[in-house]
């Protein structure tokens, strides 16, 4: 069983932290102020198999990226994205669209600054890989 971007973007929803319609799959087209975006992580980690191949791997990584695209107050948006990430570091064995979410490793230990957008909206982005059950 493979965990999709829907998948993910099902669960950040779930949060609760940002109005319907305000959480983005692959692409934030309207780029409303409060939202979340999640993304297909751009960079991977080395591929990595079981011994006996890949009918064997009990478990599998999703690398996701979320952009946090808050407001015009640094001090909001950085708060928001704490939010999110204490969120995601506190999943364990949750199930989302029937497939078992065993937890989130963070790959960076805050969320990063990337500063504001062309209309002055700050943004923060947070790294996660998300190991889930295969079986």
């Known amino acids: 069983m493979t965990l999709y971007l829907e998948d ?3 669960l950040v929803k779930s949060f609760g932290l940002v109005e319907d319609g305000h959480c983005y799959m692959g692409k934030m087209d309207a ?9 297909h992580l751009r960079r991977n ?3 990595q ?5 890949e009918k064997n791997r009990s478990y599998g990584i999703k690398q996701i990226s979320f952009l946090v695209h808050w407001n015009r107050s640094p001090g909001e948006t950085e708060k928001a994205a704490v939010e999110l990430s204490g969120h995601l570091k506190n999943i364990k064995n949750v199930t989302v669209n029937g497939k ?23 943004e923060m982005v947070i790294e996660a890989e ?6």
Do not use: C, N, W
Request: positive net charge.
């Open 49 to 53: 198999t079981a011994i006996g191949g």
């Open 8 to 10: 993910i973007h099902a």
């Open 31 to 39: 780029k409303q102020q409060k939202s979340i975006g999640v993304y």
């Open 100 to 122: 078992k979410v065993l937890f989130a490793m963070m790959r960076t230990a805050e969320p990063i600054d990337v500063g504001t957008d062309d209309a002055g909206i700050y």
């Open 130 to 135: 998300f190991y889930y059950e295969r079986r």
């Open 45 to 47: 980690s080395p591929y």
